[in-house]
């Protein structure tokens, strides 16, 4: 049993320091842009790989550590609480979709979870920056701009993002299960 849990620890460590490798590295070389400044967040994958491996609580932890550790370049303050809450949000909704739908790994249902955890993603960044312009005083258009996040060419980009996602995280947990036996 304890052997099982260091090998989850592990895991998740390597997952939560990939999280923050790849934001450092889509900060630093600019996201990767789709249709109207929609940004792909590449980041997400070691968390979503986690949340569907580990369950809820796993997936969650790494997410907390992860975006931690990744906030750290821009100082501690208020700011880091309120980016780090979208992202773990973002993980708990992918392993609470997964769950509700039975762990299938079936191409359509996967889309359908990734894609309404993608548009949270899209609409919790928007609350974020709203409170994070409020907080210094940098006026923000929140309804404004949660109607564009949903109506507008994003869309699009969740549903890319859910499709990619879909067709290649069944092959890496099933590949990853029999090389790890946890």
Not at 30 to 36: C, M, P, S, V, W
Request: glycine residues 6%; charged residues 10%; hydrophobic residues 55%.
């Amino acid at each position: 049993m304890k052997k099982n849990y260091v090998k989850k620890v592990c895991i998740c460590a390597v997952l939560a320091a990939l999280f923050v490798a790849l934001e450092m590295l889509s900060s630093t070389l600019g996201k990767i842009a789709f249709l109207d400044n929609y940004q792909i967040p590449i980041s997400c994958f070691p968390l979503v790989l986690a949340s569907v491996m580990f369950g809820f609580g796993w997936g969650t932890l790494t997410a907390v550590v992860g975006s931690f550790i990744s906030q750290l370049g821009f100082g501690l303050g208020w700011g880091t609480l309120i980016w780090m809450t979208p992202t773990i949000l973002y993980t708990m909704s992918v392993a609470l979709l997964y769950k509700a739908f039975r762990k299938s790994d079936k191409t359509y249902i996967l889309s359908i979870q990734f894609f309404i955890s993608s548009i949270l993603l899209s609409i919790l960044n928007t609350v974020a920056m709203y409170f994070n312009n409020y907080i210094y005083g940098i006026p923000y258009d929140l309804l404004n701009k949660i109607f564009a996040v949903v109506v507008s060419l994003k869309l699009i980009g969740a549903i890319i993002f859910a499709v990619i996602f879909a067709f290649i995280i069944p092959p890496i947990v099933k590949k990853l299960k029999k090389l790890i036996k946890y």
